[in-house]
């Protein structure tokens, strides 16, 4: 059974802190690792992992996957309240599950200003 | 383009009363799936479909039914609800395997009470 495991489970910074969101996997066939910021509604995605060692970045997020160790975190820098959220770590199953996607507990992240 | 859109945004019920979900989506997804979230558990998969008239169990299936009578759209039925299904439930969809694998679409969330 497919298991995905983040830590920690809820962190509080304050502005301008730099954050390390960690996700740890066992999976049965790894296909891509994927990591969505829920706010107050629905998850939005952030990042498809796929390769090891090649960081993904977008603004002051970026994230990166190792596959032998089998985990990936998720950096923030210079965090500001809006990154306030949820972080979530996904995998997704195979073709015969039909992509369905195992997710880890979340992360709350909060920034205080 | 609306992308993945939920009906109702809340509802209340009693125990015993059912109520339909209703899921939309207008990408030309192949998968759909249905979520429930509750606090300190994580998102858990209900049914999914992999295709219009398909559909599968997830992980957490009893006390509900869907269908997918059309490709755009996908059902969750509570036929007989219970306080356990206090929840908020949420919908995706995704492209199949291949174009990206994986990445999924959420819909905004039903905020479900029972009484």
């Known amino acids: 059974e497919d298991k995905v495991v983040q830590s920690p489970l809820s962190l509080v910074v304050h502005e301008g802190d730099t954050v390390t969101l960690n996700c740890s996997y066992e999976?049965?066939?790894?296909?891509?690792l994927l990591w969505y910021k829920q706010e107050k509604k629905a998850p939005t995605f952030l990042f498809m992992l796929?390769?090891?060692?090649i960081e993904k970045k977008s603004g002051r997020l970026s994230s990166i996957l190792d596959k032998k160790e089998l985990f990936s975190i998720l950096n923030i820098t210079a965090t500001q309240t809006g990154d306030s959220a949820i972080y979530l770590c996904?995998?997704?199953?195979?073709?015969?599950?039909?992509?369905?996607?195992?997710f880890g507990e979340g992360t709350q992240l909060t920034v205080n200003p | 383009n609306a992308g993945v859109t939920q009906t109702p945004k809340f509802r209340v019920l009693k125990t015993g009363q059912s109520m339909t979900l209703l899921c939309a989506q207008d990408?030309?997804?192949?998968?759909m799936y249905w979520y429930r979230q509750d606090p300190g558990m994580g998102l858990r998969l209900i049914h999914y479909?992999?295709?219009?008239?398909?559909?599968a169990k997830g992980e957490v299936p009893d006390g509900y039914n869907v269908s997918r009578l059309k490709k755009q759209n996908f059902l969750l039925g509570l036929e007989s609800a219970a306080p356990s299904q206090t929840s908020v439930y949420f919908c995706?969809?995704?492209?199949?395997?291949?174009?990206?694998?994986?990445?999924?679409?959420f819909g905004p969330g039903t905020r479900l009470t029972v009484l």
């Open positions: 995706a969809s995704s492209y199949a395997l291949g174009r990206p694998a994986g990445t999924q679409y």
């Open positions: 999976v049965t066939n790894f296909r891509s």
């Open positions: 796929t390769s090891s060692g």
């Open positions: 996904s995998l997704p199953g195979g073709e015969t599950s039909g992509s369905r996607l195992t």
């Open positions: 990408m030309n997804h192949e998968y």
């Open positions: 479909s992999v295709g219009e008239g398909t559909t």
